[in-house]
C-alpha cells in the first residue's frame, strides 16, 4: 500500500510508465538483499549487472558484495511483485535489467525461461504502464501456460499503447491458446511496430484471424511469420490478402511455409497492390512441385514471379531455397528489367549454374534497373552446360534468333517470348519482321495467332494458354539495324559488324554496377567453383575492357588463366589489346597454355571466315567462334537480301553455313535453317562456312614475286602445317591472288585434308577465276574434287568460264547441286545442245535408271521445273567456235556473285586443259609432237598442207601422222593395248572434233596447245619443287631420288621417290615426259 502510493517519475517519452523512484520496502527475508545497482545515479552495465545478480548454488540471489552498502536500493510496486512471484513459484530473479527497473525493454532472448519465470515477469508487467519490447526470441520450453499470462498483460490499455516489439520467435510449445490472445491483443490496437511469431506453430483456424488482426492493425510495420505453418490451400490467399491489405506494413517474412502455384501467384498479386511493402522474404517456400501433366515441372515461384513486373515499391527481396533454376532466373530477370527501386537481391541455396547467373548478371548490369547487390551463396551448382541440346529452349540475349516452341501455360516459356518482344523493341522492327513461320494451337485446334500488345505500363501480355512455333529473325534485325539508314555498313566489312553488332547487343557494365559487380566476385575468393561459374556467366553477354580483366586478375591471382582464357573474347579484339592482355601472366607457362586453348578464337579471322571448323562449345573460346560464325551467317544472308543475289545455298535457306553437324548428327534433320538453331552451350559443333564475299572490280593482286616470297617461308617454316595454315588464314583478308599464284600454293601441301583447307581459304580471294581451270587441274583424284565442292559449295565450285571436260554427279534433292544441274542445261542450250552433253543420264529416287529415249530435257533448264529428286550425271564438252561467252559471264554474275565482268573478253581467259581429262592417246600424241615441233600450230600445217582449207579430216591425219612417222599407235605385239592402230586414231579425232562436224578446226585443234601449257607448267612445277626441296643443283636432286645408286629409275621407283619428298602433281605424267625413249626408265 505504501509502495502503491509512493509518486512515480515519467518515462524516456515523457509518459509515466511506472518506473521512477518510491518507497523503500524490506526485501522477502528469504531471497537476501539486492545490492545498489546504480553507480552515481546511472544504471550499471549490462556485464555489472549479469555478475551481481547470477544466482547462487542454492537457488538464492548472491550475498552483497564485501564493502557493499547493504541498504537496500529503491523497491518499486513492479520489482515487488516480481521478486513476490519469484518467492511464490521459488524461482530465483532473472538478472535482466527489466526486472530491475532499469529498462522498459525485456530482453529475454535464448534464456530458455519456464513458464513460471515468465507468469513472474507477467505479475511485475502487472503494475507498469511503460514497456516498450519484449524479446522471448529461442525460448522453447514456454508454453501457452506463461505466454497467454503475458500477453494478456501486454493487452492493457497503458502497456500496449507503449509496446513497440513484441518477439516471440522460437517459442516452439507456444499454442492456439497463445495465438489468440495475440489476435485479442492485435484487435485491442496500439502501437506496436515488429511482430515476430516465427517458428511458432499457428493453427490453422488461427491463420486467418492473425493474418486479419495483422492487417488491421493501424502500426504494425515488421511482421515475421517464417516457420509458422501456412500450407498451399485457399485459406492461405485469404491470409495473405488479409496480411497484404496493410497500409503500414513495410517489412514481411513469410518464409520457410509451404505454397504451391496458385499461392504464389496470389502473392504476387496482394505483393503489387501493397505499395507500402519494402522488404519481402519468402525463403523455402516453393517445398511443393506443380505438376501438369506427363512429369512437367513448373516451379512455383516462378507464378510469384511473373507478378513482380508489376511492382514499383520492394527494395528489398529474398528468394534463397526455393530451387530457382536458371529458368526461374530468367523469368525474374524479365520481370524486374524495368524495376527501379529494388536495391537487394538474395538468391543464396538456388541451383541457378551458369545460365542463372548469367541472368542476374544481366539483371545486375542494366543501368535503368536500381538492383546494386545480390547474395548467390551456394548457387553455383545447376543445370548449366548440359541444358543445351537440339530441343532446347534457350534464350541467348548475344544471338536470340532460331526456333522456340513454347507451351505458354509455362511461365518461363512467357518470358521467353516477352524477351523476343522487348529484343524486337530493341531492333525497332514489327512484329510482321521479326517473327515468320509462325504456328498457333489451343486446346488442339490451330488458331491466328495475334501479337500481344503493351499495357499502360509498357508491358507485353501474352497469352498464358496455347502452344505457339515461330522463329526469330535475326536477319531481318541486322537488316535494319546495319543494312539501313545514315550509319550503315559497307556489305562486305564483316569485322566491323561484328565489332558494332556486340557493342549495342552485349552488356556494358556502367560506372555505378560495375562496383558491386566486381564487388561480388572478389568476395568469391577461395570458392573454385563458385569463380569459375561467375566467369563463365560473364563470358557470353557482357563487354568487358582490359581494365575490367587486370582489376579481376589482380583481385584473385590465381584466376588470372581462367580469366583470359573465358574473357578474351569479350575485350576488344585488335592486336593491341590482345597483346596487353598477353602481360597480365606472370610466367611464360601460363601465358602459352592459356593461348593454346584460345587458339581457335585467335586463329578466326572475321574478314575472311571462310573454311572448315570443329568446335567445342564448352570451351569460350570455341564457343565464340561458333557464335560468330552463326552471326556472320545471318549477316551475310542480309547482305544478300539487299543486294537481290540468288539463293545457291546448301538447303535453299539462304545460309552460307554449309555441313551443319552438332555431336555428329545433322541438324538438318530437324531445321530447315541453322539460323533456327540455337547455339547449346556444349557439344561438338562441326561446319563449312562460304562467305559471299567476292573480289571488287579493280582489285589489286600480289606480285609473283612477293608470293613466292610468302610460300617460301612458309614452306621453309618449322612450324606444322597446321600452323603454317592458321598463319596464311590470319593475313588472308589484307591482300588477292591469282589463279596461278593458287596454282603454285596448293603444291606445297602434301596432306590432301591440309591442301583443301588452305585452297578454302583463299578461294574466294581469286580475282580472275576466269582462269581457275589453271589449278583446277591441279585436282586429280574425282573423291578429292567431290569433297572440295560438299564444303566449298557446287554454285561457288561450278566451272562458269571453262567448263569444258567437266564431268558432274548431281544430288537434285539439294538445292545448290539442283542449280548446277539446270546451268549446264542453260549452257548446253545456249551453245549446241545437246551434243555438248555427254554420257547423261538420270537415275530415280527409287534407285531405278530413266532410260531418257528423248534425250535431256530442255525444260531442266529452268530450276523451278527440273526434278526435285534424282540423280542427273553428263560431262560437257564445248567446241571453242560455239562457246557463248556473254552467257557463260551472266551465270558468273548471276550465281557466283563476280563482279567487274564487262569488260572481260575471250582473249582475257588462259584456256586451259589438264592432262588428266584427255584420253591417254591424246597425251601420246602430244609427247610426239612435243619432241619435234616447237608449237602444236607447225603440226597443224603440215598435216593440214600447204594449201589446207583451214580443218583437218579424220583420213588426213591418218596419213599425216603416217607421213610424220609417228609409231605412238602402233600396237606392240604381246602388249595389253586391243585395239587396232585405225581405232586409237579415230578416238583421238571424235576428242578433238566434240562438235561431230567431221573436220577439226584449227581452234578445236587448239586444245593440243592448252594441254601443252600444261605440259610446260607441270614440268616447270616439278623442277621448282626440286629446286626448293634440294638446292640449284638438280644433281642431288636426282641422288636423292635414285635411292639404289643404280643410274636410272623405272615408273615404280619414281613415283615412290617423289611421293616420299611430299611432291603434289601429275607424278606419272611428268615421267611420261622425262621418259622421251619410251624405254620404262629414265
Avoid at 423 to 431: G, H, I, R, V
Avoid at 487 to 511: I, K, M, T, W
Avoid at 1055 to 1060: G, T, Y
Wanted: hydrophobic share 40%; net charge negative.
Amino acid at each position: 500500500a505504501a509502495a502503491a502510493a509512493a509518486p512515480r517519475t515519467p518515462s524516456r517519452g515523457g509518459r509515466d510508465c511506472g518506473g521512477g523512484g518510491g518507497n523503500r520496502t524490506s526485501l522477502l527475508s528469504k531471497s537476501g538483499s539486492l545490492p545498489n545497482l546504480t553507480k552515481g545515479g546511472r544504471p550499471a552495465s549490462r556485464a555489472a549487472l549479469d555478475a551481481t545478480l547470477r544466482p547462487n548454488s542454492r537457488g538464492g540471489l548472491p550475498p552483497s558484495p564485501k564493502g557493499l552498502d547493504a541498504s537496500l536500493p529503491p523497491i518499486d510496486t513492479g520489482k515487488k511483485r516480481y521478486l513476490q512471484e519469484c518467492d511464490f513459484r521459488g524461482r530465483s530473479p532473472m538478472p535482466l535489467t527489466f526486472v530491475t527497473g532499469h529498462s522498459t525493454e525485456l530482453e529475454a532472448e535464448g534464456k530458455d525461461l519456464v513458464d513460471s519465470e515468465l507468469q513472474a515477469m507477467a505479475g511485475m508487467i502487472q503494475e507498469m504502464d511503460c514497456v516498450e519490447h519484449v524479446n522471448l526470441f529461442d525460448n522453447a520450453l514456454l508454453t501457452d501456460k506463461g505466454l497467454v499470462h503475458l500477453i494478456r498483460q501486454l493487452t492493457r490499455e497503458q502497456v500496449r499503447s507503449t509496446l513497440q516489439r513484441l518477439n516471440l520467435g522460437r517459442c516452439l510449445k507456444a499454442g492456439s491458446y497463445t495465438i489468440d490472445a495475440v489476435v485479442k491483443m492485435l484487435k485491442a490496437g496500439g502501437a506496436l511496430r515488429q511482430l515476430n511469431l516465427s517458428q511458432v506453430p499457428i493453427p490453422a483456424r488461427f491463420q486467418l484471424p492473425l493474418c486479419e488482426a495483422i492487417g488491421r492493425h493501424g502500426s504494425l510495420e515488421i511482421v515475421n511469420l517464417a516457420e509458422t505453418g501456412f500450407q498451399h490451400h485457399d485459406m492461405t490467399k485469404q491470409c495473405l490478402r488479409a496480411l497484404l491489405s496493410g497500409t503500414k506494413l513495410h517489412t514481411l517474412d513469410i518464409g520457410w511455409n509451404c505454397f504451391n502455384g496458385e499461392v504464389f501467384k496470389a502473392l504476387g498479386g496482394f505483393v503489387v497492390s501493397n505499395t507500402a511493402l519494402r522488404s519481402l522474404r519468402v525463403a523455402n517456400c516453393a517445398a511443393t512441385v506443380d505438376v501438369c501433366s506427363a512429369m512437367d515441372f513448373v516451379p512455383p515461384l516462378s507464378r510469384f514471379l511473373e507478378c513482380l513486373s508489376h511492382d514499383k515499391s520492394l527494395t528489398q527481396l529474398d528468394l534463397s531455397m526455393n530451387r530457382c533454376d536458371f529458368r526461374t532466373a530468367l523469368i525474374l530477370e524479365d520481370s524486374l528489367d524495368t524495376h527501379r527501386k529494388l536495391k537487394e537481391l538474395i538468391l543464396s541455396n538456388n541451383p541457378l549454374g551458369i545460365l542463372g547467373m548469367r541472368s542476374i548478371l544481366r539483371l545486375l548490369s542494366r543501368d535503368h534497373t536500381g538492383l546494386m547487390n545480390f547474395e548467390t551463396e551456394g548457387c553455383y551448382v545447376g543445370e548449366g552446360n548440359e541444358a543445351g541440346g537440339l530441343n532446347a529452349q534457350m534464350f541467348s540475349y548475344t544471338n536470340p534468333g532460331g526456333l522456340y516452341k513454347l507451351q505458354l501455360w509455362r511461365p518461363y516459356h512467357r518470358a521467353l517470348l516477352r524477351m523476343l518482344y522487348k529484343t524486337m523493341e530493341k531492333f525497332e522492327l514489327q512484329p510482321a519482321e521479326a517473327f515468320e513461320k509462325i504456328t498457333f494451337r489451343d486446346k488442339f485446334i490451330d488458331l491466328k495467332y495475334e501479337h500481344p500488345s503493351k499495357n499502360s505500363k509498357g508491358l507485353w501480355e501474352v497469352p498464358e494458354q496455347g502452344d505457339l512455333s515461330l522463329v526469330f529473325c535475326v536477319e531481318r534485325a541486322i537488316f535494319k539495324r546495319f543494312l539501313s539508314g545514315r550509319d550503315r555498313l559497307n556489305g562486305s566489312d564483316n569485322a566491323e559488324f561484328l565489332r558494332r553488332y556486340y557493342r549495342e547487343v552485349r552488356f556494358q557494365p556502367g560506372f555505378k554496377k560495375v562496383i558491386p559487380l566486381m564487388s561480388e566476385y572478389k568476395e568469391l575468393a577461395g570458392d573454385r567453383i563458385g569463380l569459375q561459374v561467375f566467369v563463365s556467366a560473364l563470358s557470353k553477354d557482357f563487354n568487358l575492357t582490359l581494365a575490367h580483366l587486370d582489376h579481376m586478375g589482380e583481385s584473385i591471382p590465381e584466376m588470372v588463366n581462367e580469366v583470359i582464357c573465358k574473357l578474351q573474347p569479350c575485350a576488344p579484339e585488335d592486336m593491341a589489346s590482345k597483346f596487353l592482355a598477353s602481360k597480365f601472366f606472370a610466367k611464360l607457362e601460363a601465358l602459352l597454355g592459356t593461348y593454346r586453348r584460345l587458339q581457335q578464337f585467335l586463329d578466326f579471322n572475321g574478314s575472311n571466315p571462310t573454311g572448315h571448323y570443329k568446335l567445342e562449345l564448352s570451351n569460350n573460346a570455341h564457343y565464340a567462334v561458333a557464335e560468330r560464325l552463326l552471326l556472320l551467317d545471318r549477316w551475310e544472308a542480309a547482305v544478300d537480301h539487299m543486294c537481290e543475289r540468288k539463293d545457291v545455298s546448301q538447303r535453299g535457306n539462304g545460309s552460307h553455313l554449309r555441313n551443319p553437324l552438332y555431336q555428329g548428327h545433322g541438324l538438318g534433320e530437324q531445321y530447315s535453317s541453322v539460323a533456327e538453331w540455337k547455339l547449346p552451350e556444349d557439344g561438338i559443333f562441326e561446319v563449312d562456312f562460304v562467305s559471299n564475299q567476292r573480289p571488287p572490280k579493280g582489285s589489286e593482286v600480289l606480285s609473283d614475286e612477293l608470293w613466292e616470297m610468302i610460300l617460301v617461308v612458309v614452306n621453309n617454316s618449322s612450324c606444322t602445317n597446321e600452323d603454317r595454315i592458321a598463319a596464311l588464314r590470319a593475313i588472308s583478308h589484307q591482300f588477292w591472288i591469282t589463279s596461278s599464284h593458287m596454282r603454285a600454293m596448293i603444291g606445297y601441301f602434301k596432306s590432301e585434308e591440309d591442301r583443301a583447307n588452305v585452297f578454302i581459304i583463299f578461294y574466294l580471294r581469286i580475282v580472275d577465276l576466269h582462269n581457275s581451270k589453271m589449278f583446277r587441274v591441279r585436282f586429280e583424284s574425282a573423291e578429292e574434287i567431290k569433297r572440295l565442292q560438299e564444303r566449298l559449295g557446287y554454285a561457288s565450285w561450278f566451272p562458269f568460264f571453262q567448263p569444258e571436260n567437266a564431268r558432274f554427279e548431281l544430288d537434285l534433292s539439294v538445292n545448290d547441286q539442283r542449280l548446277c544441274a539446270a546451268m549446264f542445261i542453260q549452257l548446253a542450250i545456249k551453245e549446241k545442245f545437246p551434243h555438248n552433253l555427254h554420257d547423261y543420264g538420270y537415275r530415280r529416287a527409287d534407285g531405278t535408271e530413266d532410260p531418257m529415249p528423248l534425250g535431256v530435257p530442255k525444260s531442266w533448264g529452268n530450276e523451278a521445273v527440273i526434278p526435285k529428286e534424282g540423280k542427273f550425271r553428263a560431262r560437257y564438252m564445248c567446241a571453242p567456235e560455239y562457246r557463248n561467252f556473254a552467257h557463260r559471264k551472266d551465270i558468273a554474275a548471276t550465281y557466283g556473285f563476280l563482279s567487274g565482268l564487262e569488260e572481260l573478253q575471250e582473249e582475257d581467259v588462259q584456256w586451259w586443259t589438264g592432262l588428266q581429262e584427255v584420253p591417254e592417246d591424246v597425251l601420246n600424241l602430244l609427247e610426239f609432237f612435243i619432241s619435234r615441233y616447237d608449237d602444236v600450230e607447225q603440226p597443224f600445217r603440215d598435216i593440214d598442207g600447204v594449201d589446207g582449207n583451214g580443218v583437218i579430216t579424220l583420213k588426213e591425219l591418218v596419213e599425216g601422222l603416217e607421213e610424220l612417222g609417228c609409231k605412238k599407235f602402233d600396237t606392240p605385239k604381246g602388249g595389253t593395248e586391243t585395239r587396232t592402230k585405225a581405232q586409237r586414231i579415230d578416238a583421238i579425232f571424235r576428242y578433238l572434233d566434240p562438235g561431230a562436224e567431221g573436220s577439226v578446226s584449227r581452234d578445236e585443234w587448239n586444245i593440243l596447245g592448252q594441254l601443252w601449257k600444261e605440259f610446260d607448267q607441270t614440268i616447270k612445277e616439278f623442277v621448282y619443287f626440286l629446286m626448293l626441296t634440294f638446292g640449284d643443283d638438280l644433281l642431288d636432286a636426282w641422288q636423292a631420288l635414285d635411292a639404289d645408286d643404280s643410274g636410272e629409275m623405272d615408273e615404280q621407283e619414281f613415283l615412290e621417290a617423289v611421293e616420299k619428298i611430299g611432291y603434289f602433281g601429275p607424278a606419272i605424267l611428268v615421267f611420261a615426259l622425262l621418259d622421251s625413249s619410251d624405254d620404262g626408265n629414265i
